[in-house]
């Protein structure tokens, strides 16, 4: 499948799952042995975006193909895969329940086991930097040392991984985890899973 493809696929896909609402959201695959990003475009709804809206582009915001403007947050795209160079490809959404926690500044804690495999354990929220800003990369970059997703301040989610597949499941199970705290809160008291058994996790192969 060709790169736009599969990125229009996806975003369609996440579009679909609640991931996004409007033309917010992006995500973006990044080739490293071209040095080359492909995004989604700025507003354009996902319903009517096509292969030809994808942009590519370098990481400096040079436009190599693509009628349409990028997103708007090509710049945290691109500063994301210049400090992780593990990760070829971002998701960025507005999933309602995990930005509620990044609107109050709260860390999602492990209450799922299945958070440690998937998502590195806690999400974390980066703090606050203005959008469309490469500062918005920055501070995400500083909460996914050893994680594979964070909270945005006030602003959404942002996961990665090697391929977008691995990157989309974790912007999914961000999302869960969050829907499934915030019920949990309304509920009783919450118990976190003990350390021991996330380090135990961890360690597993």
């Not at 973006?28 to 995004?39: F, H, K, N, Q, V």
């Amino acid at each position: 499948m060709d790169i736009r493809e599969e990125l229009l696929e996806m975003a369609k896909l996440s579009y679909r799952e609640g991931l996004f609402a409007g033309t917010s959201g992006n995500l973006s695959l990044y080739d490293r042995m071209a040095g080359i990003m492909y995004i989604t475009p700025s507003s354009v709804a996902y319903e009517t975006m096509k292969t030809e809206d994808i942009v590519k582009m370098t990481l400096d915001g040079d436009v190599l193909e693509g009628e349409k403007a990028p997103s708007s947050e090509w710049r945290m795209h691109g500063e994301i895969y210049r400090c992780k160079p593990e990760v070829n490809a971002v998701v960025h959404t507005h999933s309602p329940y995990a930005t509620s926690f990044a609107v109050t500044h709260q860390t999602v804690p492990v209450i799922l086991i299945e958070m440690v495999p998937f998502l590195g354990g806690e999400v974390e929220v980066a703090d606050f930097a203005l959008p469309g800003t490469v500062e918005v990369g920055t501070e995400a970059v500083k909460k996914l040392n050893g994680k594979h997703a964070c909270l945005l301040a006030n602003h959404g989610v942002l996961a990665v991984g090697s391929n977008l597949d691995q990157a989309h499941i974790r912007a999914v199970y961000v999302e869960d985890a969050a829907k499934i705290y915030s019920l949990a809160l309304g509920s009783g008291d919450v118990k976190v899973i003990d350390q021991k058994h996330v380090e135990q996790m961890k360690g597993r192969r």
